[in-house]
C-alpha cells in the first residue's frame, strides 16, 4: 500500500512556520491531498476508530479490541481502517494473527497547523 502524505502550506524550513488556510490559499494537489485526509475522517465509525487508537494507553491497540466496539462485521471494520491507513493517519503492524494499530501523529499535527488561526489573525 502507499502511504499517502500531504505537504503542509508553504512550509519553509528556514523559520518552521506553517501558513493556515486564512493565510495563505491552498493549491490544487495541497487541497487533494488534504481533502483525502479530512474525507477519512469523514464518517462516524472512523472517526471513532481513530479516537479509540489514539487514546490507547501505550499507544497501540489490537484489532480484536476495536471489532467489538461496534455493531459491524470485522470485513467493515477493516475496510474502515484499510481508509485511515491510506489517508496516512494510522499504521499498523502484524504480529501473529493479529493486526496492532498506532496513529501517526505528524498527520494529525500538520491537519492542526493548517487550521490554526495564525497568531494576530480578527476573530
Given at each position: 500500500m502507499s502511504k499517502q502524505e500531504f505537504v503542509v502550506l508553504?512550509?519553509?524550513g528556514a523559520d518552521g512556520c506553517c501558513p493556515t488556510l486564512l493565510a495563505a490559499p491552498l493549491e490544487e494537489g495541497q487541497a487533494e491531498a488534504l481533502a483525502k485526509v479530512f474525507k477519512a475522517l469523514g464518517d462516524p465509525v472512523r472517526l471513532r476508530l481513530l479516537s479509540m487508537i489514539a487514546s490507547r494507553a501505550g499507544g497501540e491497540v489490537?484489532?480484536?479490541d476495536l471489532t467489538p466496539a461496534f455493531d459491524l462485521s470485522q470485513p467493515t471494520i477493516s475496510h474502515h481502517l484499510k481508509l485511515l491507513k491510506q489517508a496516512g493517519l494510522i499504521d499498523s503492524e502484524r504480529?501473529?494473527?493479529w493486526v496492532y494499530y498506532r496513529l501517526l501523529p505528524e498527520t494529525t499535527d500538520r491537519m492542526a497547523a493548517v487550521l490554526t488561526r495564525p497568531a494576530g489573525a480578527a476573530r
Open positions: 508553504g512550509q519553509d489490537c484489532v480484536c504480529r501473529g494473527t
